[in-house]
């Protein structure tokens, strides 16, 4: 275990219940990549969740540049990515259960999140997709987030080793409002895009990348799947991670837990 990892374990110390991220990722996207696959069988058709949830898994890279951003160090008692080590401006730790908790937990936030919204556009048709998505989708995910970073924070599972504006405190770290409110911003316009429909059911990024013109069957539901990923990609990287890395590397500072 290098110093680093050592200063970590010192400061977090074990932490709880750590088969909840751990075993309990694993079972929770192994469940939703099943019901992907009954669903598309079944309907012919990628179901909303099931991109959502390929686009959040391939997109588990962008957290350990964030967190570097942030100075989010995790407890090293979490097993951890086999194939990558400590890198320039990442994390040093980095658990082995991200792309899964990625990838279940956007999988099933976001689209709930996109029928709630268009329910209440159904009810509120005045009222356009975008604000409402604002509305509903953005306090909702602060709300949440707030209240899990905090109670993981508080778990030991990771910390903030520099903290940037007002931040709740706790025995094993401290918890910055910053990062909550980017990412409550990011599910406001994530839900706005994907709230959208065209008249054969088409979302906004599937129509500007070409879907509606291939053919119904395999290349279609690949072409809906890649367009699913790059809009994740991007939109999280800009709204999330690009904050971060720039914030930090202009106007940040040492830290022993993430150098």
């Known amino acids: 275990m290098s110093a680093t990892q050592l200063a970590n374990a010192s400061q977090m110390g074990e932490p709880v219940n750590p088969w909840m991220m751990e075993t309990g990722s694993f079972c929770i996207w192994g469940a939703l990549l099943l019901l992907t696959l009954i669903w598309t069988l079944k309907d012919k058709r990628l179901p909303l969740f099931g991109l959502v949830l390929i686009a959040a898994t391939s997109s588990f890279w962008q957290e350990f540049f964030g967190d570097w951003g942030a100075y989010v160090a995790w407890n090293p008692a979490f097993a951890r990515l086999p194939f990558w080590g400590e890198m320039a401006y990442t994390t040093p730790v980095k658990p082995l259960f991200i792309p899964f908790s990625w990838g279940w937990w956007f999988a099933i936030s976001i689209p709930l999140l996109v029928a709630l919204t268009r329910w209440l556009h159904g009810k509120f048709p005045t009222l356009s997709i975008p604000l409402i998505a604002m509305a509903t989708a953005f306090p909702l995910y602060l709300v949440y987030q707030i209240n899990v970073e905090g109670s993981s924070v ?106």
């Open 154 to 259: 508080a778990n030991g599972w990771w910390t903030y080793d520099v903290v940037i504006g007002p931040a709740l405190e706790s025995e094993k770290g401290r918890l910055p409002l910053l990062f909550p409110l980017l990412i409550g911003l990011w599910a406001g316009l994530f839900v706005a895009i994907l709230g959208k429909r065209d008249a054969n059911g088409f979302m906004p990024h599937e129509v500007r990348m070409g879907v509606p013109v291939k053919a119904a069957g395999l290349s279609r539901e690949l072409a809906r799947l890649w367009a699913m990923i790059v809009v994740f990609q991007i939109t999280f990287f800009v709204v999330n991670i690009a904050p971060a890395l720039i914030g930090r590397t202009l106007f940040g500072g040492p830290s022993l837990l993430v150098p």
